[in-house]
């Protein structure tokens, strides 16, 4: 992989602790430097933020958060103050007109000679009364860049509907953890006598409908039912073990857990669900040659999870995530089978060594251009 020769920035609007690993990995093939400005979130978005790259130098922004839902605006106020003392020659964003201050950030760098990356999720088809407002203004904004980064073919073609150049369109995998050093883990060909597991992991609040994951379990005929583990803190901690103990009992609440205690539970999980958004940890259940149930979230989960290593859930109701399991655990062989793919996939395609080698492509490519 060739290196970047020239200072890079990236502009972020908040930096999640998930993320800090990418930053990291792709500050060394930025000999020149790599610097990421990043602010603090909304209180109540929940995010776990704190941790700070140690190879990418780490500028703090100033967010205002303006607003909620559609009408929901961050203003970056002290970016400008970054781009002097930082002087990159290539800007890395986030593809979001959402940002206003976003554009004096675009500004600079034209006058000063340099290039332009934005990074998002896509552009989904708008809806409402102004949906052809918002979608015009989509066009605009991200036909500043040079070049576009997004995270799963699905995303590629949006950008490529709203008239951008295919060519300059890459995919990055949305990866948080590098390729496994270890070999797949090897499972048994029969469940454990207590019967199936089902490992969830995540924070617990509602956009990761846990409290569905209890509801579909229960639905199952008892002799199908699985015992539920569930990793993770959060703000419905308590109100989700008390639903679990009124209809649920063989789900168990573990906390947060990490390093060895979380590895063993991977290790001794048959089946991954996550039915709601944000299921970065869904890379680390592949890695642990575990199959997978997953919603359809944000379209970064279409490239990773496949017919061969799990399911997506497309009607996001809990009758459909009953089926989904059941189907799962009816047959072992398969889902040992599928767990095995996961474990490929992390390891050829969905990794942070591929993500910062996309990244790097991209840059270069632009500073050739």
């Known amino acids: ?32 430097g790599l610097s990421v400005f990043a602010g603090r979130p909304r209180s109540e978005e929940a995010l776990d933020t704190g941790a700070v790259p140690l190879a990418a130098q780490y500028y703090p922004a100033r967010n205002l958060h303006i607003l909620n839902g559609l009408a929901y605006t961050c203003w970056q106020v002290n970016i400008r103050k970054w ?46 009364r102004f949906a052809h407002l918002r979608l015009n203004r989509r066009k605009r904004f991200i036909n500043q860049f040079d070049a576009l980064i997004t995270y799963s073919q699905a995303g590629a073609q949006e950008y490529a509907k709203l008239g951008f150049p295919q060519q300059a369109i890459f995919t990055a995998p949305n990866a948080v953890a590098p390729k496994p050093t270890q070999p797949a883990p090897q499972r048994p060909d029969a469940y454990a006598p207590g019967g199936s597991v089902v490992l969830f992991v995540g924070r617990l609040q509602a956009r990761k409908k846990v409290d569905q994951l209890i509801h579909a379990c229960a639905a199952l005929p008892q002799d199908q039912q699985p015992v539920l583990w569930i990793v993770g803190d959060g703000p419905l901690r308590r109100e989700l073990e008390a639903l679990a103990e009124e209809i649920y009992p063989k789900a168990k609440f573990y906390g947060a857990q990490h390093g060895g205690e979380l590895e063993q539970l991977f290790q001794g999980a048959d089946l991954f669900v996550l039915p709601g958004t944000g299921g970065l940890a869904v890379q680390q259940a592949m890695a642990h040659a575990l199959p997978v149930i997953v919603g359809v979230a944000d379209g970064t989960q279409s490239d990773l999870v496949r017919e061969k290593n799990g399911w997506m859930l497309s009607e996001g109701s809990t009758e459909e995530l009953t089926r989904k399991i059941a189907e799962a655990l009816s047959d072992l062989p398969r889902l040992r ?33």
């Not at 004096?104 to 000679?113: Q, Y």
Request: with cysteine; aromatic share 8%.
């Open 1 to 32: 992989m060739k290196d970047i020769k020239v200072k890079v920035g990236l502009q972020q609007r908040v930096l999640p602790n998930y993320r800090v690993p990418f930053f990291d990995a792709l500050a060394q093939a930025c000999p020149a």
């Open 83 to 128: 781009l002097d003392e930082w002087q990159p020659q290539v800007l890395i964003m986030e593809a979001n007109p959402r940002y206003p201050l976003s554009r004096t950030a675009i500004n600079w760098m034209r006058r000063h000679g340099g290039r332009l990356i934005g990074w998002g999720l896509g552009s989904p088809q708008p809806q409402g």
């Open 337 to 369: 089978t599928m767990g095995l793919n996961s474990y490929d996939i992390v390891s050829r395609d969905v990794n942070l060594e591929n993500m910062v080698a996309v990244f790097v492509e991209a840059v270069n490519r632009v500073l050739e251009a």
